[in-house]
Antibody, heavy 120, light 107 residues
């Protein structure tokens, strides 16, 4: 079964850091680009960052202003999101998602999400 | 950045009726558009990609159409499990962007 499982969320103070992980199974992880999407409480979906299958190319939302770093370890079938200088507005459920493949950058598999709360 | 605008924000429909949801892009995205369904407390689910291709396991009552800047998701006969929020997403250009969502509620 194709599956994504996020972990690493929690409560962090403003200015703090957190690293999210997304463990993949059931598919050839290194073949697919991966993405992080977030959703603030009661709000819509917001694309955060994407990384190519081989990790050579990364993309970020402008609003992150260099605070977040996406990475992956294909030997461990795991995607990461390092989040620094966290702000209250970063409070959200963070989902990892698998791209469909080929040129398409639609997301056909999603994790269950991990909640990040930034508060003092 | 390409802005995706969905309308209406809320759609009230009776079970068995047809629902038509719209998504407009601020510039052409060709056919690089996806639709997702999200129920409360759940992750989004891919319904349609490349504007009109149903994802694996998606019932035939869901159909997508359009290209360029105007797109439509049609649910031909609403079932109880279809009441949810629907999002469109363009992937023609970086940054990838989502619409604000349309909530389909029971009339």
């Amino acid at each position: 079964e194709v599956q994504l499982l996020e972990s690493g969320g929690g409560l962090v103070q403003p200015g703090g850091s957190l690293r999210l992980s997304c463990a993949a199974s059931g598919f050839t992880f290194s073949t697919y680009a991966m993405t992080w999407v977030r959703q603030a409480p009661g709000k819509g979906l917001e694309w955060v960052s994407s990384i190519s299958g081989g990790a050579s190319t990364t993309y970020y939302a402008d609003s992150l202003k260099g605070r977040f770093t996406i990475s992956r370890d294909n030997s461990k079938n795991t995607l990461y999101l390092q989040m620094n200088s966290l702000r209250a507005e970063d409070t959200a459920v963070y989902y990892c998602a698998k791209h469909t493949g080929g040129y398409s950058r639609a997301f056909d598999i999603w994790g269950q999400g991990t909640m990040v709360t930034v508060s003092s | 950045e390409i802005v995706m605008t969905q309308s209406p924000a809320t759609l009230s429909v009776s079970p068995g009726e047809r629902a038509t949801l719209s998504c407009r892009a601020s510039q052409s995205v060709s056919n690089n558009l996806a639709w997702y369904q999200q129920k409360p407390g759940q992750a989004p689910r891919l319904l349609i990609y490349d504007a009109s291709t149903r994802a694996t396991g998606i019932p035939a009552r869901f159909s997508g159409s359009g290209s360029g800047t105007e797109f439509t998701l049609t649910i031909s006969s609403l079932q109880s499990e279809d009441f949810a929020v629907y999002y469109c997403q363009q992937y023609n250009n970086w940054p990838l962007t989502f619409g604000g969502g349309t909530k389909v509620e029971i009339k």
